[in-house]
């Protein structure tokens, strides 16, 4: 099959047309989904994103009153990181897509209950932020 010029012309602007259109547009984030899942001494936090997105690396935090305390990073070049701190306690078992990311406390405290914030950082759009919450037990 050959195309003409002017039907290359139109396969060409539509393609980038759908390309465009499946990215972020500015004020118009899509959701990050967060789910708690609590059984035990242990609580897994699962957050997801469209898989449509470039997502570069991903992290956990804790909120400690005004702040927020890292936990976990993730990226494509430097694979895992956990805070010292946490590193008994907490595992972040990788998945290819980085858009699904899941963090497993262990041996759960009182202290533990918190809320916990996951940012992806997208390229080129930027950085998206979900939050979820451990409840008491």
Not at 35 to 46: I, S, Y
Not at 66 to 79: A, I, K
Request: with cysteine; charged share 25%; hydrophobic share 35%.
């Amino acid at each position: 099959m050959r195309w003409s010029r002017p039907e290359i012309s139109v396969h060409i602007i539509t393609t980038i047309i759908v390309i465009v259109t499946s990215r972020v547009t500015p004020g118009s984030d899509p959701p990050v989904n967060c789910t708690v899942t609590r059984a035990g001494g242990r609580a897994d936090l699962t957050c997801r994103i469209s898989s449509l997105l470039d997502v570069v690396q991903v992290t956990w935090q804790r909120r400690t009153g005004d702040s927020y305390q890292t936990l976990v990073t993730r990226s494509r070049r430097f694979g895992v990181k956990i805070s010292k701190s946490y590193e008994n306690r907490i595992s972040a078992p990788q998945t290819k897509d980085l858009g699904t990311s899941t963090i497993a406390l262990s041996e759960l405290e009182i202290d533990d209950v918190s809320c916990f914030r996951i940012i992806y950082n997208l390229f080129p759009e930027g950085t998206l932020e979900g939050d979820v919450c451990l409840p008491k037990p």
